[in-house]
């Protein structure tokens, strides 16, 4: 499994790989025609409430990923569209749209999936 991060705003084709925007919100001043990815996962987003309760707060990220992967662990149709994406593909690209590129929902859902590989 290969889960490479990327913003959104790159607009780089490269690496090659299936490209997935994992925010819940359209990226701002980026058309429909223009956008460069194959699949828009929203539901694998983080929630409303807990998105803006995050508000990209470094303090907050230990008990944000805690909340999240409760989300996750709930929600198994978008989990399981997930993982078929990511045994069906080599390399899979998670694009988001947050300025902060150490502390967000692709992040935390790379860690995610990782996490549930090392588990079976």
Do not use: C
Not at 81 to 91: F, G, S, V
């Amino acid at each position: 499994m290969n889960i490479i991060l990327r913003r959104v705003y790159a607009h780089d084709a490269e690496p090659a790989g299936i490209r997935g925007l994992v925010d819940r919100l359209w990226p701002r001043g980026i058309s429909k025609s223009a956008a460069l990815w194959d699949v828009w996962l929203k539901d694998i987003a983080p929630s409303d409430n807990l998105r803006k309760w995050f508000a990209h707060d470094e303090a907050k990220w230990p008990e944000f990923k805690k909340r999240y992967f409760a989300e996750l662990d709930a929600a198994s149709s978008a989990v399981a569209q997930m993982l078929t994406i990511l045994r069906q593909n080599p390399t899979v690209i998670l694009l988001y749209a947050a300025k902060a590129t150490e502390i967000n929902n692709a992040v935390a859902l790379k860690d995610y999936f990782e996490e549930k590989a090392r588990e079976n």
